[in-house]
């Protein structure tokens, strides 16, 4: 719950203090640019707000690693990945997109902090604890935070990194959908951005991965 709270904070004050030029740049998410990919946190936040006020009165069907699914590379013919620009440049101004998120934003991160981590909750037909949902987006703030600096400027990106313990969290994780460790020489940064498929291994690191790297990228959906 408070790594959630502490990852999900950092991603959109970091979202909030981009400078207004740079929601132009690419983001790490293959064909968005920064300003879509905070439109689609836009939209994270508000499905989060949804699960959580969506009480389910069963077993659980899945925790934080399976409700994660492998999935194939997005092709950009997803219909809503197609809808994220056109709504991204609906907004006009980075500072409407901003408020937008920073508003919804800040909500649903108060119902966070609110929610019964023993509660319930029924999201993308799965039955979850709320404890083991807002875990598994722990994993999505910081892999969409990598996302945003991927492409600003170095001296942006090195100051508003994900936190750290969000990071270790994330890769656990990660590890747990992909069924192996990454090599203890990899960051948990690195570990992240090679796992699923945000950057290519080096030659080093490629020998260094052994047999898990004929089984990389790992998309998670």
Do not use: N
């Not at 809503?80 to 408020?99: Q, S, T």
């Not at 019964?116 to 875990?135: E, M, N």
């Not at 492409?151 to 100051?159: E, F, N, Q, S, V």
């Not at 940064?189 to 290519?200: E, F, N, Q, S, V």
Request: proline letters at 8%; charged letters at 20%; a negative charge.
């Amino acid at each position: 719950m408070d790594l959630f709270s502490r990852s999900w904070t950092a991603l959109r004050t970091a979202v909030l203090e981009t400078p207004d030029e740079d929601f132009e740049r690419p983001s790490g998410c293959a064909g968005w640019l920064v300003r879509d990919l905070a439109c689609h946190l836009v939209i994270d936040a508000q499905d989060v707000l949804i699960t959580l006020v969506t009480p389910a009165g069963t077993e659980p069907t899945a925790d934080a690693v399976t409700y994660w699914e492998l999935v194939e590379p997005p092709t950009g013919e997803d219909p809503l990945d197609a809808l994220i620009p056109r709504l991204a440049a609906a907004y006009g101004e980075p500072r409407l997109l901003k408020f937008h998120l920073d508003d919804v934003g800040s909500a649903a991160g108060r119902a966070a902090q609110l929610a019964d981590p023993a509660g319930r909750v029924s999201t993308q037909d799965k039955v979850l604890t709320v404890g083991d949902y807002l875990s598994a987006y722990v994993l999505e703030w910081s892999l969409h935070h990598l996302d945003l600096i991927a492409h600003l400027p170095p001296a942006i990106a090195t100051a508003t990194e994900p936190p750290a313990d969000a990071l270790a969290a994330a890769r656990t994780l990660l590890e747990k959908i992909a069924g192996a460790p990454f090599p203890a020489a990899f960051s948990d940064k690195d570990a992240l951005l090679i796992g699923t498929g945000r950057r290519r291994p080096t030659d080093a690191e490629q020998a260094v991965l052994g047999d898990l790297a004929a089984k990389l990228p790992f998309i998670i959906g």
